[in-house]
C-alpha cells in the first residue's frame, strides 16, 4: 500500500506565495506512483484537478492555476511539489495529493489534504 503524505498548507494573504509538498512512501522497497499530481476542494464544490505530471513526464495545469503554480518533483526523495505564487482568495481549499497504482488507471491513491487559506 502506498502512502501519500501533504504538507506545507497554511494562511496567507493574497499575492503571497506557499510551497506544498507530497511525500509517497510504501511498506516495500521498490514502488511506482504514477501521474503524480495535486487536486483542490474549497467547501460545497467538488474536488477540482489542479496540475499533474502526464506519462511523458509534462506538467499539466489548470486554465485558473496556470502561470501561477509550478508542479515539481524529487524523484530521490519520492516527492511531488506545489509550488503557489501570486496566491488569490478563490485558491482557498483543501489541497490533496494524489497518484496512480497503473499508468491508464484512475487516481486511487491520495493523501489526507492540506488547507491553504488566502485572506484578501
Known amino acids: 500500500q502506498v502512502q501519500l503524505v501533504e504538507s506545507g498548507g497554511g494562511l496567507v494573504q493574497a499575492g503571497e506565495s506557499l510551497r506544498l509538498s507530497c511525500e509517497a512512501s510504501?511498506?516495500?522497497?521498490?514502488?511506482?506512483?504514477?501521474?503524480m499530481g495535486w487536486y483542490r476542494q474549497a467547501p460545497g464544490n467538488q474536488r477540482e484537478w489542479v496540475a499533474h505530471f502526464a506519462n511523458n513526464g509534462a506538467a499539466i495545469y489548470a486554465a485558473s492555476v496556470e502561470g501561477r503554480f509550478t508542479i515539481s518533483r524529487d524523484t530521490a526523495k519520492n516527492t511531488v511539489y506545489l509550488q503557489m505564487n501570486d496566491l488569490k482568495p478563490e485558491d482557498t481549499a483543501a489541497y490533496y495529493c494524489a497518484g496512480k497504482s497503473s499508468e491508464t488507471g484512475p487516481y486511487d491513491y491520495w493523501g489526507q489534504g492540506t488547507q491553504v487559506t488566502v485572506s484578501s
Open positions: 510504501a511498506s516495500r522497497t521498490f514502488f511506482t506512483v504514477y501521474g
